[in-house]
């Protein structure tokens, strides 16, 4: 099996799975607990609270471990808008979110907008990206928090998130990025990038699923949203998961020193592959701004083939791709991404999201075009068909 899904998941990395199997088979303790069962657990989790801060520039004791990327982006917007509410006067009530966010911002803030929050909506350029003017035009004295995503999980465009939150400040609002897809694949740095919250998940980076952190600077006010325990400085209660987390501080650590060696070469892959795909099958459209992107990411359109046949197609030749996100999978609706960048429903439900990663070789990105040449002119030969058919009738 080949796998080109990796903005989807990623494989466990063999030596992030064996820095948790101590804490699965031997360090049982609740890192709550004071004797040396309990202390073993606590110093894996702080071993790994500094190996995800290094990741991303920041400091440990604004790391708060969560559940995944999309309870870390529903905490941010849930936490920072309810202690706005208490906290300013008068109070700040709106949110800013892109028309491009993951599920997990999009869906929190329209349910904050049916709680009585005002949520603006940004859209984005053909291309995929927010203009910085379109937010200055709409942030205002009212606005709480600014969400923008740093890199798109769809099309993989990288958006100019130091300009959107320096535009954001000077509002007085704070600004959060879900970087879930960025981390691992560019360099992450709060600092430079300024914003005040940001999201992570370790299942995107080689590491275990159902963990992730919301990094939030120390003067950000924060609402928990889960209650009951001192736990992650009282920000998210409950056992932590202990091995979860050590597998995401091991993935992180590797993360970081993989990176110089990992983006070119799987971003020269992913060049070979568009490349490919021009030269063998006709009228082949790309999604997304050609420069500011992540560089395993490619999302093409191929008009006239069903998207979710070529990916079963794809699939008996043991191919793993995707049509749109993930989290939209199972539903035939076209990829609100893609929506938002003005691509015809058409188009978008006949477009296949490409995402390499660490173990993918130039062979199998030779396979896959090999493999989709004649499943794309099987597909469009019989959508001709019915269509002169239709015609007929
Ligand atoms: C951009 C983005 N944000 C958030 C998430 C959700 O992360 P998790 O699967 O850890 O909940 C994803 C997962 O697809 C994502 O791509």
């Given at each position: ?8 998941t ?33 110093r894996g989790?702080?071993r790994?609270?500094r ?13 708060t ?9 529903n ?12 906290a ?28 009585g929050?005002v ?8 291309a995929?990206?927010v ?20 890199a798109?999980?769809?099309?993989g ?13 000077a509002?007085?609002?704070?600004f ?10 560019v360099?992450?740095?709060?600092g ?23 990094v939030?600077r ?9 209650r009951?325990g001192?736990?992650?400085m009282?920000?998210?209660?409950g056992?932590e998961?202990v ?9 992180a ?9 990992d983006?070119p ?14 030269e ?6 790309f ?26 197609n ?7 791709v995707?049509?749109?996100s993930?989290?939209?999978?199972g ?6 991404v ?5 691509v015809?429903d058409?188009?978008a439900?006949?477009t296949?999201?490409?995402s390499?990663?660490?173990?993918t070789?130039?062979a ?13 002119a ?7 068909r ?8």
């Amino acid at each position: 099996m080949i796998y080109l899904d990796h903005n989807a998941t990623t494989p466990l990395d063999p030596a992030v799975l064996e820095a948790m199997l101590p804490y699965l088979r031997e360090h049982h303790g609740n890192p709550s607990s004071v004797h040396a069962a309990g202390q073993a657990a606590r110093r894996g989790i702080d071993r790994a609270r500094r190996q995800v801060a290094e990741l991303v520039g920041a400091s440990e004791s604004e790391v708060t471990f969560t559940s995944g990327g999309s309870e870390a982006d529903n905490l941010a917007l849930a936490g920072v808008m309810q202690a706005a509410v208490a906290a300013s006067e008068p109070a700040r009530r709106e949110l800013i979110v892109s028309r491009i966010e993951h599920p997990a911002v999009l869906e929190h803030a329209a349910a904050l907008e049916a709680r009585g929050f005002v949520v603006r909506r940004l859209e984005v350029t053909a291309a995929g990206l927010v203009d910085p003017e379109a937010l200055r035009a709409l942030v205002c004295e009212q606005t709480a928090l600014v969400s923008v995503m740093l890199a798109n999980n769809d099309v993989g465009t990288l958006q100019p998130v130091a300009e959107l939150a320096s535009i954001a400040h000077a509002r007085g609002a704070r600004f959060h990025t879900d970087a879930v897809q960025a981390a691992g694949k560019v360099a992450v740095d709060m600092g430079a990038l300024g914003v005040d919250l940001l999201s992570l998940s370790a299942h995107k980076i080689y590491g275990p699923k159902g963990v992730g952190a919301l990094v939030l600077r120390r003067d950000v006010a924060l609402e928990p949203q889960v209650r009951g325990g001192a736990q992650e400085m009282r920000r998210r209660a409950g056992t932590e998961n202990v091995a979860g987390i050590v597998g995401f501080g091991a993935a992180a650590e590797l993360a970081r020193a993989r990176l110089g060696e990992d983006a070119p070469r799987v971003a020269a892959l992913r060049d070979r592959l568009e490349q490919l795909l021009a030269e063998r099958i006709p009228s082949v459209t790309f999604h997304g701004d050609r420069q500011r992107r992540l560089g395993n990411t490619a999302s093409c359109g191929f008009a006239g083939a069903a998207g979710e046949a070529l990916v079963m197609n794809l699939d008996l030749g043991g191919y793993c791709v995707s049509v749109g996100s993930a989290c939209a999978s199972g539903k035939r609706e076209a990829s609100h991404v893609l929506q938002a960048m003005g691509v015809s429903d058409e188009l978008a439900l006949s477009t296949l999201r490409f995402s390499l990663g660490r173990q993918t070789s130039a062979a199998d990105v030779e396979g896959v075009v090999e493999a989709l040449v004649p499943v794309v002119a099987r597909l469009r030969e019989a959508s001709a068909r019915a269509g002169d058919r239709r015609a007929a009738s």
